[in-house]
């Protein structure tokens, strides 16, 4: 099995209907991310968790939220879809220790009409 | 100037060559320097980390990081078709939480 799932993997939905992302992992790792992929813009980082209480917003916040519901578990939502929140979502994760690597889910593909 | 850059390519070289990507970034705390290969459609996936300068190999795979000139870069030897992916550059500052990404290149190995 997959070490980080999300789910749905593709999904096309409607302007201002309000849409929940789920990431889970198996790795035990304390810090989850969720960026969005746009072509020719990169990964962004949309928001962090550094724990279960620990949640910060990062550099696109705006219109989406978060919610850490277990350690292996952090949620993204789409309050009022857009259609410029069109991209490939991707969940990450990484060890809270010293230097260490972010391993990615397999993505989700949201197009918004 | 973007924190990290790559050329976007593609750049194309036959099959068993030597492909040579490169990543430049501003930032002169950077600490951590990961190389990520990814598919088209498909998530980023971790080739290989590097936090010191000098040279690191794994199998085909060579990352290279100069601190000083702020560069690194990824070899891949004996180049093969499904090598055919774009590589991101991410770089980590010492005590933060934030990755930066480069945009990628796009490398296209030809049979």
């Known amino acids: 099995d997959a070490d980080v799932t999300q789910t749905p993997r593709n999904r096309i939905t409607k302007t201002g209907k309000r849409i929940m992302l789920e990431c889970s992992q198996t790795?035990?790792?304390?810090?989850m991310y969720w960026y969005r992929q746009d072509p020719g813009l990169g990964l962004r980082l949309i928001y962090y968790?550094?724990?279960?209480?620990?949640?910060n917003k990062g550099e696109i916040s705006d219109g989406y939220s978060v919610s850490r519901q277990a350690q292996a578990k952090f949620s993204l939502s789409l309050e009022s879809a857009i259609p410029n929140q069109t991209a490939l979502y991707f969940c990450a994760t990484q060890r809270g220790q010293g230097r260490s690597e972010q391993y990615f889910g397999p993505g989700t593909r949201l197009t918004v009409t | 100037q973007k924190e990290v850059e790559q050329n976007s390519g593609p750049l194309s070289v036959p099959e068993g060559a030597i492909a040579s990507l490169n990543c430049t970034y501003s930032d002169r705390v950077s600490q951590s320097f990961f190389w990520y290969r990814q598919y088209s459609g498909k998530s980023p996936e971790l080739i290989m980390s590097?936090?010191?300068?000098g040279d690191k190999e794994d199998g085909r795979f060579t990352a290279q990081l100069n601190k000083a000139s702020q560069y690194v870069s990824l070899l891949i030897r004996d180049s093969q078709p499904s090598d055919s992916a774009t590589y991101l550059c991410a770089v980590n500052h010492r005590g933060t939480y934030k990755y930066i990404f480069g945009t990628g290149t796009r490398l296209k190995v030809l049979a």
């Open positions: 968790s550094f724990d279960v209480k620990d949640i």
């Open positions: 790795k035990g790792h304390d810090r």
């Open positions: 590097i936090y010191s300068n």
